[in-house]
């Protein structure tokens, strides 16, 4: 989308259907919207569709996104990065991926409190990796006034 369409972060991952009047002057189908659908039976359909021509078992959309919200709770290490994971699905609040997607699994959350009393190694950034971090910062908060 983005290279052939030209389409950026603030167009449908799943962009409505565009309708045009056809060649026999009746409405059809006639590319994509820079739209989002309506509702999400579409995207629901052509899933369902996908999962049963592969032979496997359907799994919703919000699925997929609980997948995504645990795997970046695990891999992200800052909340930068954590605010970048979620506005990947396009969730402009972090607090939308925290509260609505991946919850922490009982077993998960009592290994976290158990390792939580361990001693923690602590982490030093090096001169660069400081000043990258600071130049990045200013740059952003310049960029926004």
């Known amino acids: 989308m983005r290279e052939e369409k ?33 509702n999400a ?5 052509i899933f369902r569709k996908a999962f049963n021509d592969a032979g496997l078992p359907y799994f919703n959309l919000h699925s997929f996104r609980n997948t995504l919200a645990r795997l970046g709770e695990e891999i992200c290490k800052t909340p930068e990065q954590f605010k970048a994971w979620s506005q990947n699905p396009g969730h402009k609040k972090v607090l939308t991926t925290f509260l ?5 699994a009982c077993q998960r959350q009592g290994k976290i409190i ?16 400081l000043a990258t971090l600071l130049v990045r910062d200013v740059r952003d908060r310049l960029s926004c006034t």
Request: hydrophobic fraction near 35%.
């Open 6 to 38: 030209l389409w950026g972060n603030d167009d449908p991952l799943f962009p409505a259907t565009r309708v045009a009047p056809g060649s026999s002057m009746q409405f059809a189908a006639d590319g994509l919207d820079r739209k989002h659908w309506s």
């Open 41 to 45: 039976t579409p995207i629901r359909t």
């Open 100 to 104: 609505s997607y991946g919850g922490v």
């Open 114 to 129: 158990r390792d939580l009393a361990k001693p923690q190694q602590a982490t030093q950034l090096d001169i660069d990796e």
